[in-house]
């Protein structure tokens, strides 16, 4: 890989991995692993040998996209050569609990998703967390309750931005919001593994145009990517934290990046040292132990990358930048792409038609 051999700025501050084993179904070179029971559709709960219900569970591989077009949160195989029909796809309904008056309408165009492991919440064993501009969400995934059903929501005023958010294995939640205009932007953590009234408790941390945040499980810390790079401890000492009034800790401040305007920010999860970011200006990774960037290899390394993640045991990226052919807005597409991870080189690409894609990211619910 090419090295840009910047130190990534001064620490403002002073300043394992889990590995773990799949069977794998090769299909062909977008395959992912999968295990046979989990190629059911995931809609429907099936019948396990002791007679207990089960529900289909989020799998490795799978690609979850942001569709601004029908304002739904979909997820799809790679190893589907079409992508006409998606494995689950998910909004907020009076159905599942949201309120039609104060939650709904605030769901304008989703930005971001993850699906994370995490049992916090009664009947769940998997969630996920959703935002669009101004609503931020935790839904149930699996359980023993009903798929997509609200678990927790906070709704935000019309200057916010929310473009992403991260649930901490212990239930609380941080939302990024960029704001509408420079120098706005701030991370804020919630005190969502609190039932109501307590659900709302939250510390606002200045941090303009922030895009991205991420737990990494490997050195339990907080990245958040804006137009820097910052690493936060949780609930630590000298925070003065606790879960039901969860606090962070700035640790460092890598003041430089490799070029300007964060998007996206995700665990390389075949590397433990690594996470993985772009910015208007390219795709790059971040070495963890030394605090450096190096740039993304091939075709891999493209300008305006909205969204960036790995898969596990594949060997491969999952990329989505703006494309002509879609109209909506300017920061969509109606394709996502695949690379090599190794050398950059392109592997394929699938395409919902009539989309406008904001985000694609890798629907794996471990964290690294």
Same mark, same amino acid.
């Given at each position: 890989?090419?090295? @840009? ?15 773990? %084993? ?8 977008? +395959? ?21 219900? *089960?529900?289909?569970?989020? %799998?490795?591989?799978?690609?979850? @996209? ?8 979909? &997820?799809?195989?790679? *190893? #589907? /050569?079409?992508? %006409?029909? /998606? ?12 309120? *039609? ?20 919440? #009664?009947? =769940?064993?998997?969630?996920?967390? !959703? ?10 995934? =699996? ?15 019309? %200057? ?13 939640? &941080?939302?990024? $919001? ?12 919630? +005190? ?16 303009? *145009? !922030? ?6 499980? =490997? ?23 606790? =879960? ?19 998007? #996206?920010?995700? !665990? ?38 909205? /969204?960036? +993640? ?26 996502? $792409? ?31």
């Amino acid at each position: 890989m090419k090295k @840009i051999m910047m130190k990534a700025g001064n620490p403002c501050l002073k300043s394992s991995c889990v590995h773990w %084993t799949v069977s794998v179904l090769v299909l062909f070179t977008l +395959s992912c692993s999968r295990q046979q029971e989990q190629l059911q559709p995931e809609n429907k709960t099936t019948t396990a040998e002791d007679g207990r219900q *089960a529900q289909t569970e989020a %799998t490795c591989c799978w690609v979850a @996209i942001t569709n601004q077009a029908t304002k739904k949160i979909e &997820v799809y195989d790679p *190893a #589907d /050569a079409s992508w %006409t029909t /998606a494995k689950w796809s998910w909004m907020p309904t009076t159905a599942l609990s949201y309120n *039609a008056t104060s939650e709904i309408p605030l769901w304008e165009a989703p930005t971001d998703i993850k699906v994370r492991n995490n049992a916090i919440f #009664d009947n =769940t064993a998997q969630v996920i967390t !959703a935002t669009s501009y101004r609503l931020a969400t935790i839904a149930r995934y =699996t359980g023993t309750g009903t798929r997509g059903q609200k678990l927790w929501v906070m709704g935000f005023n019309d %200057t916010t931005s929310l473009h992403a958010m991260e649930i901490l294995p212990d239930g609380n939640c &941080v939302v990024a $919001s960029a704001g509408k205009e420079w120098p706005q932007g701030w991370i804020r953590i919630y +005190s969502s593994s609190q039932p109501v009234p307590n659900h709302g408790v939250n510390t606002q941390y200045y941090f303009p *145009a !922030a895009h991205a945040v991420l737990w990494d499980n =490997t050195h339990q810390v907080l990245w958040a990517l804006g137009n820097q790079l910052r690493k936060y401890g949780y609930n630590t000492p000298n925070s003065g934290g606790s =879960t039901t009034n969860p606090k962070l800790e700035l640790l460092v401040t890598y003041n430089v990046l490799p070029s300007a305007w964060g998007h #996206d920010l995700s !665990a390389d999860v075949n590397n433990p040292d690594q996470l993985l970011l772009s910015t208007n200006g390219g795709v790059y990774i971040f070495h963890v132990s030394n605090g450096t960037f190096s740039s993304m290899p091939g075709a891999a390394q493209q300008t305006f990358v909205k /969204a960036i +993640s790995s898969q596990p045991g594949q060997n491969t990226l999952v990329e989505t930048r703006p494309s002509s052919g879609c109209t909506i807005n300017s920061w969509c597409t109606s394709v996502v $792409s695949f690379y090599n991870a190794s050398n950059g080189n392109a592997t394929g690409s699938r395409t919902v038609s009539g989309s406008a894609i904001y985000k694609a990211k890798t629907f794996d619910p471990n964290y690294y």
